[in-house]
């Protein structure tokens, strides 16, 4: 069976503490503990988080002797800009065509003297 890189991408991002920990590593790379350090878990469960964000390839890990410090990989986000951009111009469309209907309406109402 063929990996759906954006299923995993997206379950990845799915939860809270895994987007907190992207949101830290896109400020640099960092330890497990100093990704520990703002949540109230063990270290083995922000490995656990760790491993969920590499299998989607979103992050990668070092190996600097016992030190293995995350960092942010960013090839998988791109996936999901261009794949939501999709939809933007799609939404974009439709607000412009509710703007002109309101802009219609107003004008309508201001030629049969109503206040708006």
């Given amino acids: 069976m063929a990996v759906d ?5 997206f379950g990845a991002l799915a939860d809270p503490t895994r987007r907190a920990i992207l949101a830290r590593l896109a400020k640099g790379g960092a330890s497990v503990t100093e ?19 590499e299998r989607a390839g979103l992050v990668s890990r070092g190996k600097e002797a ?24 799609i939404w974009e469309q439709r607000l ?11 004008q309508k109402e201001k030629r049969h003297g109503r206040k708006g």
């Fill in 5 to 9: 890189r954006l299923s995993l991408t």
């Fill in 35 to 53: 990704l520990a350090e703002p949540f109230d878990m063990s270290l083995p469960a922000v490995s656990k988080h760790l491993k969920v964000l």
């Fill in 66 to 89: 016992q030190w293995r410090p995350a960092a942010l990989e960013a090839g998988p986000l791109k996936e999901i800009d261009a794949w939501v951009e999709r939809y933007r111009v």
């Fill in 96 to 106: 412009d065509r509710l703007d002109d209907y309101l802009k219609e309406l107003q």
